[in-house]
């Protein structure tokens, strides 16, 4: 759909038809994810389940309705002197990328562009920088970890022992990812126990199961079953997929201490216990027999080795995460040959390796059969074909770490044996600013709470830029008869509304500049009709009505004033007013125009802190162009109609105290009097307008 | 009568909600509307499916609150959309709990809801089903034709997609003034307002 990694504008349901262009999953992008994971149909694990709705029932058109979008260039993928991105960048360097700053224009469809266009929504602005910050260009902070399903906060100790998985009972069903609930089992009534006369106390002896409301999905499938319906991540921590009980590391202690009195451990032994430990041998046990074996050698050689040293200090000494054992045991692994280590020369053939289970070794199991008959089985049982019993890719990916699991080449392949996955942590960021170090955006640390302590968002300093076609009864041509709807006719003049609305106090002056043909493989020329003007201030809707009753005291304007009175009246009535207000404050030229069509030089229409112009494109004919450069058949999305635009915009803004403020950086722009100081601000964005038809 | 209002599409009541001539509710007693909201044509809500048990206090005298479904300020409710309790067996019995939803509610054409609870800001597309007891926190945009879990918790700030929805994105910090529906409010109802450009 929207091609790129952009997201479609988003603005909540105004009407029917714009709330369905925001469906396309694959539209949707957010930043920190490129593709985002939504089940695919060949997925064979939801192949399996029952799909209440498929996509062809949702959409009728094979296309989603284009929806016009603005996306402005974070400045931070610029060159600038401040960011030192590469090393090689010399003062040469700097003056010829400014040189081609100005050059050249701003390619929307240049491959880097993907990465420093933004809706505005994910902007943010920093105040005292005064630019635009991108969700690219900020530092984020964590401010606190919480699990998604159950609310509860995680302290950061806790991440840093228990990883970054909800510990308590929240888990997401390994087939199909939906969460899964805690159920009371109840075992079926034994027939003996159902003719005895106390059976009713024998209902309680159920047990809990995890299952899946969307899926139907339930823990007996791999065998596992609760004592109690809280802590199941302590329960299944504890459990094989089976129902079997993992050892604890106190248990295993105690096995290999029992083993070590039976027969020494050696690898020699071939008895019946022995065999037993392989097949046990998860990654748990491996890595807990290994580590012992290594840490018993090493005590046993420096034992030896060192004269009148305590061996139980140098036990201690020799944990893994000692430095010296470290390097002792790289240069067992990097061989004495690389490292001109007088240390692993002088030890050498001190250590052996593994030998037996004991030790922690563990013979890879290349054999495939069991594997391949269970394919067998499963296709013979069923019918169905033995893909659909493999775990996916994404399956496979999302579930979590299981040191239980048999290690390397035991990993499971199957969807009978996968298990259920506890939630994956949520975190609540704090921004940033890259260059001044200030913080953009603070959400409060609360989970529950959704306030910002401090929220700077682009959105509250830059003007809004909305775009619709303009389409004047009687002077625009009607559209070709079988072209779809929301199409723009190629090699003929269209007109675009492009209406700025200023969210500062202040009035603002905008300079706006776009290259005459649009760069890329399908040139449009473009003409912006008016491309300097002025937006109102975002005064207060109250003032604004007060100013306007004193000055027209009409009776149109005080019916209005009344009608907006009531509770809640404020906001609605001052919006209602800008509307009734539109012709007048526009005056005669845009009454004029309404019925002229637009003029060149001239605002379109204006209100409170809106002011609307009128820009107009004469697509290239795709098809045609497409024949004659050579370059293959149109592209996805190359048929989409972006244009690059300059906007400047300058104000005069209050001189806040704090800059005065000493320690802080020195006023940006100058020209301070009476407390008054321009600003300004130039970015590039790229206008969205539509899709050019493929006739001609 | 004499002062008889000309007969519109929608009931406008005292409180300013908007409810069409042509939406279905069913069970109008035990269905609470905070005011300002928008029921659009073919709407249903089964206010009918009240709890069958009386909540633990009520037995103890109070006033017995059978509200089974709740709706706060604001909320916008598209034509075909369908607001149904949810019902689970409670203490051997089968009973259905009470449907909360917060202020600035959007659903989408031909959703069905059977939340537990629902916040406020959240956006709900077009043919959504939200399965039972699922609950949904402030913030959140479900976009089209998802299919959420019953039992689903959607935590703040979270776009929700896909059969069985999971959370594929983050609302951005400038988002959340999207979630507004005032102004949506004032562009339906018997006599509409133009929206604001």
Partial sequence: MFGNNRLPAFHPGLTQSRIRDTTTGSGLWFPGLRSPPLPSESDPANDQLPLPITPEDLYDTPMAPFNPYTYIRCPCSELNPYTKRTPDVTAQGLSRAAQDDDDHTFDPRAARSNYSLYPLEYLSFCEDCHQIRCPRCVAEEIVCYYCPNCLFEVPSSNIRSEGSRCTRSCFQCPICIGPLAVNHVETPPDPNQLLSPDHASSSHSGSYVLSCSYCNWSSTEIGIKFDKPNSIHMQLAKLRNGGETRLTAKERKERRKEQASQGGGGGSSTGQGEEDLDTLLDMETQFANLKSFYQNQLSDANGTGKVGGDPSAALGNLGFDAPASLSRIMSLYTGSSSLHDKKSKSRPGTMREALAPSEGLQLASLDESSAITALQDFESTTGLDAYSSTASTTQLQSQAPYLGASPLHGLTRFTSSLRPIPYLLRTKRSKRCPQCRHIISKPESKVTTTRFRIRLIAGNYIPTITIKQLIIPGLTPPPMPNLPPDTIEPLKPAQFVLTFKNPIFESVRVTLATPATTPGRFPAKVTILCPQFEIDSNTDVWEEALKDNNATSSSSQAQNLSSSTGPEGSGPGGRKRAGTLRPGTAGGASLAGEELGPEVGKVWERGRNWTSIVIEVIPASLVQTAKRDGRGPIKEDEDVLEIPMFVRIEWEAEAPEDEIMPGLSSTKGGNKDGGKEKRELAYWCVLGLGRVARTL | ?197
């Fill in chain 2, 1 to 197: 009568m004499s002062r008889r209002p000309p007969r519109g599409e929608y009931i406008e009541t005292d409180t300013g909600n908007k409810v069409a001539r042509k939406a279905t509710l069913v069970g109008t007693q035990n269905i609470m509307l905070g005011g300002k909201t928008v029921i659009q044509p073919d709407v249903m809500i089964r206010g009918d499916l009240a709890r069958t048990i009386p909540p633990a206090q009520s037995a103890s005298g109070g006033p017995a609150n059978n509200t089974a479904v709740a709706i706060g300020r604001y909320c916008f409710l598209s034509r075909g959309c369908c607001l149904r309790p949810p019902g689970r067996m409670y203490k051997g019995v089968f009973t259905f709990m009470p449907l909360r939803l917060g202020d600035h509610v959007f659903v989408g054409p031909g959703t069905v809801v059977q939340a537990a609870q629902i916040g406020n800001h959240v956006h709900i597309g077009g043919k959504v089903v939200i399965g039972e007891f699922a609950i949904i926190k402030d913030y959140v945009k479900v976009l089209d034709g998802s299919v959420v879990p019953p039992n689903m918790v959607i935590p703040s700030f979270s776009i929700v997609a896909g059969q069985p929805a999971r959370i594929i994105g983050e609302i951005p910090e400038g988002g959340i003034e999207a979630f507004e529906l005032r102004d949506l409010y004032k562009t339906v109802g018997n006599n509409p307002q133009p929206t604001a450009p």
